[in-house]
């Protein structure tokens, strides 16, 4: 029973892998299609929005047995800010940067956020940060300011989703509830910055292609929206944050891979620095950086910590 778990856990976690490497790929894709940042916000979120109707009243009704504070946490962490971030940031860089330095800084943030609340690591885990953070600095390194300024806002993007990591770890939501606090209130944020000038939009205007629509409308807001949530839930079940940590730092490898035949992106050498440095990083603080708890209290701080350090 075991194995068999443990092997539709690999399988899932795999195409995990597949969907983020899709994500990072077709966030740096949009700026050569007809659509606008503020077009596939909408698609991102206003998809699952509609398809989750049904599950909206349960959300409510669990939302108010949660601590609000960690409710927000998770709609601006994964919602439409690390959104918005991540596509200014992938326009300024490439696509092999957007799929490694947000996921991949994440392990960097989270510990920092568990040492403020009272968390020990190991020796090997402040290693691991270390190492992400040295690949940072080489990606930031011989650029113009526009990249620079792109750097730094998938950074900001990998704190945000950190901080939607911890508060996920601190709530009881359903998988499904977690799409829902992030899709209703993005879609609510993008509406309004639509409709007071602040995101342009081509979807009501008639500019946008109906194949470049329908396609981000399956791959952001079907595929990554709602699959990949579900899909990571059941592999961290199956298999743990460590053995999902370990083929989650795949995802950078995949793509700067595909962004050379899909986008024409050939890697410079200090993007494939960075990539070498913040994967390794990643598997160092997942695999060997467990947390050293002193009291029961840090120590069931630090198991959460555990389960959802990995890459998201």
């Known amino acids: 029973m075991k194995t068999t778990r443990m092997k539709w856990g690999y399988l899932a976690m795999g195409a995990v892998v597949l969907i983020w490497s899709t994500f990072a790929l077709s966030i740096r894709a949009a700026g050569n299609t007809s659509l606008t940042p503020g077009d596939v916000a909408l698609l991102r979120f206003g998809v699952p929005s509609l398809l989750l109707i049904p599950v909206i009243p349960k959300t409510i009704r669990i939302m108010r047995r949660q601590p609000w504070y960690w409710t927000v946490l998770i709609a601006i962490g994964g919602g439409f800010p690390f959104l918005m971030l991540v596509q200014l940031g992938g326009a300024a860089t490439s696509a092999a940067l957007v799929g490694t330095i947000p996921p991949g800084t994440i392990p960097v943030f989270i510990t920092i956020f568990g040492a403020v609340l009272g968390t020990h690591f190991a020796t090997a885990r402040w290693s691991g940060i270390a190492c992400i953070a040295a690949g940072v600095v080489v990606a930031m390194q011989g650029s113009g300011a526009a990249h620079l300024a792109g750097v730094g806002l998938l950074l900001t993007a990998g704190a945000l989703w ?3 990591v911890l508060a996920v770890s601190k709530t ?10 992030l899709a209703v209130p993005s879609s609510v944020m993008s509406g309004v910055f639509i409709e007071t000038g602040l995101l342009h939009t081509t979807l009501f205007t008639g500019g946008a292609v ?9 791959l952001q807001g079907v595929v990554i929206g709602i699959i990949s ?3 990571y839930s059941f592999a961290i079940t199956n298999l743990g944050a460590s053995r999902a940590a370990l083929m989650g730092s795949v995802s950078p490898v995949l793509t700067t891979l595909g962004a050379i035949p899909l986008l024409g992106e050939t890697p410079a050498l200090g993007t494939v620095v960075c990539l070498v440095l913040v994967s390794a990083g990643v598997l160092t603080a997942n695999l060997w950086g467990t947390a050293v708890p002193l009291t029961h209290t840090r120590s069931r701080l630090g198991a959460r910590l555990r389960v ?5």
């Open 162 to 164: 950190s901080l939607y």
């Open 172 to 181: 009881s939501y359903r998988p499904l509830d977690i799409v829902v606090l």
């Open 210 to 218: 109906l194949s470049e629509m329908l396609t981000y409308a399956v």
């Open 229 to 231: 949530t579900l899909l």
């Open 308 to 312: 959802k350090n990995a890459i998201v």
